[in-house]
């Protein structure tokens, strides 16, 4: 089955799925997985029956709310912007393991209180794949089954390498895009997330981008940024001249100091080995 045949049968799976819905809304961040679904809902419906929502906070990094609407607009479908207010909950600022079923919850709430009636919304749809239907450290996944949002690529048995294969057939500019998870999420469970520290990890990753590392995470280890990097970058981010450099970008953001994580990028860093029991 070539590409293209297999992106056309994806597209008449979830329009099966999405028999009887006339309008629906995606949960969306300009990632691959909320980009393909909103690609094959808009080609299974029509792109004047979708609606892209995408939650604005703090810990939605500027770059990604830019090409979140360069994504949409390839695609051709409106963005709405909500506004949600995670850092007000207690449970989210406490920074657990279930930090994420609390800003997922808050995102899902305030798309039920302000996007579905406004916009004529009979469902909401987010893109949980596959593969992050099994991850035990994916709890915004309870917050939808909570609020009824479907997910269409798990149901589908869609994973990681199906959704990136149908983003490209659909030629995304996200196609291959590396994984961004929220600005939250570097930051150590149990540590309070704050504005603050999340604007010190925006600035110093956006920093390092310009330096040309793609793939990267900074986290935030109060005084110390611990930068994690694709196995390729590793040598030449502690070599001379971009050693330098790569250390100026992190103190600049406010850290005192910038330490290169061997292990390079490591998905799931604070959240598995609390849910799983995994250490080291």
């Known amino acids: 089955m070539t590409t293209d045949e297999y992106a056309e049968r994806a597209t008449a799976a979830v329009g099966e799925m999405l028999a009887g819905v006339d309008r629906l809304g995606v949960a969306f961040s300009g990632g691959v997985d909320s980009s393909v679904l909103l690609a ?42 909500v506004a949600t207010r995670e850092d007000e909950r207690d449970g989210y600022r406490a920074n657990g393991p279930d930090r994420c079923f609390h800003c997922r919850d808050e995102l899902f709430t305030r798309i039920g209180a302000q996007i579905v009636a406004a916009h004529g919304l009979d469902a909401v749809a987010y893109g949980e794949n596959a593969d992050d239907a099994v991850r035990p450290d994916r709890p915004g996944a309870r917050a939808a089954s909570e609020h009824r949002v479907l997910r269409p690529l798990a149901e589908l048995g869609l994973d990681k390498a199906a959704v990136r294969r149908i983003a490209r057939a659909f030629a995304l500019p996200c196609a291959d895009k590396p994984a961004a998870p929220c600005l939250a999420s570097r930051i150590p469970h149990f540590s309070v997330v ?3 520290k999340m604007a010190q990890i925006e600035q110093a990753e ?32 502690v070599t001379d001249p971009l050693r330098k450099a790569v250390h100026e970008a992190v103190t600049a953001a406010g850290f005192r ?24």
């Open 40 to 81: 094959l809902a808009a080609r299974a419906l029509g792109r004047d029956r979708v609606v892209a929502v995408l939650g604005v906070s703090a810990s939605l990094a500027a770059d990604e709310r830019t090409a979140a609407h360069d994504v949409a607009r390839h695609i051709g479908v409106p963005v709405v912007e």
């Open 194 to 196: 704050t504005p603050e």
């Open 206 to 237: 956006a920093a390092l981008r310009r330096l040309g590392f793609t793939d990267l995470r900074v986290r935030h280890h109060g005084d110390v940024a611990r930068i994690e990097l694709l196995a390729a970058d590793l040598a030449r981010a």
């Open 257 to 280: 100091f910038a330490a290169v994580d061997l292990a390079g990028i490591q998905s799931g860093a604070f959240t598995l080995p609390l849910v799983t029991g995994r250490h080291g």
